[in-house]
Every structure is written in structure tokens, then in C-alpha cells.
């Protein structure tokens, strides 16, 4: 039987339920919207089980951008395809970004990108124009160097499907009332440190980076699509933002060799950002291959 005091209970149950649920997802700058509308495929991986695209729920990431030799950034890449961006006639970027990822599809891990950033094909490759250009676009492209890891899935989820360059290190952050810190270290042997100061966020929306791979000898990218709940980036800061690399370790020392001058471009200080890893573009034969052996566990 139809009762009305019952179902106008039930009714404002359910309501105060979403409200609460509303003004948690408010409290926390949560957005299930940002991963709506994304089909996603279970994955199994040599160190476990996954999903593609992969979700980054919680996040909290800093990164220093700091100039280099053009001429040095050309070595390092491994195809002259791939062309640095430059901030200055000569002057390229290297971008060094430490990441603590607290919740994904493929569990809890640390993580540092060593990265040269790239001319835009979509933008005229001038010097300073292409840079500005992806700044106000919110579009970067990067070339992705290093990308340390602390956990085996997340190794292989990356090296197998994409083939990112990384390793197992160890990545440790500190905090204090002015900065955060990341010192990257492999075997006991510190390959660098970044500081980077805490500065007054707000909400900065959606930013996507294209990661550019090298896989099979051939170009490969995939996108990183972030949004900043809480973020701020501030230009040519001071002795605040600062960065060592450690000469004693093959890694700390090349970039060592490349960089110039001892004052960042920028910082980003991102304490709370969710994003979304999807598929690698170009799928050779051998990489369909390998999905679907891992999809059908065959």
C-alpha cells in the first residue's frame, strides 16, 4: 500500500543524501565529472591488475621548469622528430615533476618525470611563441626522459604498453610550513632534489599533456589529461624554487651537463589534482598483440 508519509521520507532521505554526498565532493574538490563518460578495459599486468585508461583519483604533484642547451636537450632525444621548444634562441626546458599518487586504478605510488618539453606541432615553432602558446592553451607537449616509479605495476603498466622509461628508485617527499621537497635516489645513491615553495593556490581546471614515447624505434604518445583542483604556477621565482642533481650518479650527472644557470623558469605547485592516463595513439601490430593476450589472458 502506498503510504505518503513514507515515500516523502524516503524521498528527503535520498535527497540529503546527495546533498551530503555534494557538499563532500565540494569539500574535497572532487569531480566525478572529470571521468564520466570514459569506458575503461581491466588489464592484468606482471605485477597485477589494472584498468585503461588509468584513473588518477587523488593527487598531489610540484614540478620545476628549468633552462637548458638547446643543443644538449637535441642529444638526448633519441629521434629528430622530436624538436625542443625554446624559450629563448638556444634555450630549451627540462621539466622535473614529482608526483604522490594516493589513489589509481593500479594502487598507491610515488613517481618522478624528468621531461624536455616540445614544440606544439599545432603552434608556429618560434622561439618563445611556441612555449607561450601551449602556457595559454593549457596544451604541453613533452618529451618524457626518466620516469621513476616505486612500485612494480606501476613499472610494467607503463614500460609494457607504452614503453615510458622507468625504473624502480626510491622517491621521498618532506614538507614543511614554506616548501615541499622530492630527493630521487636509486640504490642507496641520490640522483637529485627539487624544493619547490608553497604558494597560494585556486582552481585551475583542465590542463593536457601529451607525453611523447619512443617505442619499436619509432615515435609513440599518449595523453595525460589533469584537472588542477588547487594549483598555482608562478614565473621565474627565487632562490625558493631550487633544484641539485647529484654528479656521482650517471642520471644527476647529464643533467647536470645540460642545464644553465641555477634560477627556474617556473614552478607549479599542485597539491590536489585528479587525471586521466589514456591508451597509447599509435598501436603497432606487436602492441595489438600484446593487449589482447592480455585482455584474454592467453
Known amino acids: 500500500m502506498f503510504h505518503p ?8 532521505n535520498n535527497f540529503s543524501k546527495n546533498v551530503a554526498f555534494a557538499v563532500f565532493c565540494g569539500v574535497m574538490g572532487m569531480s566525478e565529472d572529470f571521468f564520466s563518460g570514459i569506458e575503461q578495459v581491466e588489464m592484468k599486468f606482471n605485477g597485477g591488475v589494472g584498468k585503461l585508461p588509468i584513473f588518477y583519483r587523488g593527487v598531489r604533484s610540484f614540478s620545476l621548469m628549468v633552462p637548458a642547451s638547446y643543443f644538449a636537450l637535441k642529444r638526448l632525444l633519441p629521434d629528430p622528430r622530436f624538436i625542443p621548444a625554446q624559450a629563448a634562441p638556444g634555450v630549451g626546458i627540462i621539466t622535473l615533476s ?9 594502487g598507491p605510488y610515488n613517481e618522478f618525470s624528468v621531461g624536455i618539453v616540445l614544440n606544439n606541432p599545432y603552434f608556429l615553432p618560434l622561439p618563445a611563441y611556441n612555449l607561450t602558446k601551449q602556457y595559454l592553451t593549457r596544451f604541453y607537449c613533452v618529451y618524457v626522459y626518466r620516469l621513476p616509479v616505486t612500485t612494480e605495476i606501476a613499472l610494467r603498466a607503463g614500460v609494457d604498453f607504452y614503453n615510458f622509461p622507468k625504473f624502480i628508485a626510491d622517491i621521498e617527499f618532506s614538507d614543511t610550513e614554506e616548501s615541499v621537497s622530492c630527493r630521487l635516489s636509486q640504490d642507496d645513491t641520490e640522483i637529485l632534489t627539487i624544493k619547490v615553495p608553497r604558494i597560494p593556490t585556486r582552481t585551475l581546471g583542465e ?3 601529451i607525453a611523447h614515447l619512443y617505442h619499436n624505434r619509432q615515435p609513440q604518445m599518449a595523453e595525460f589529461k589533469i584537472n588542477v583542483v588547487d594549483g598555482a604556477i ?34 607549479l605547485y599542485m ?18 598483440d600484446r593487449a589482447m593476450r592480455t585482455v584474454t589472458g592467453k
Not at 5 to 12: D, M, V
Not at 98 to 106: H, M, N
Not at 239 to 260: C, D, I, R, T
Not at 277 to 284: D, T
Open 5 to 12: 508519509g513514507r515515500a516523502k521520507k524516503l524521498c528527503y
Open 98 to 106: 614529482a608526483f604522490e599518487y594516493s589513489e589509481t586504478d593500479i
Open 207 to 209: 590542463m593536457k599533456f
Open 234 to 267: 608562478k614565473w621565474l621565482p627565487g632562490p625558493e624554487a631550487s633544484w641539485s642533481f647529484n654528479n656521482a650518479h650517471p642520471y644527476g650527472k647529464e643533467l647536470n651537463q645540460a642545464v644553465l644557470g641555477t634560477r627556474a623558469v617556473s614552478c
Open 271 to 288: 597539491p590536489r589534482i585528479q587525471g586521466i592516463l589514456y591508451g597509447p595513439e599509435h598501436l603497432s601490430i606487436p602492441l595489438i
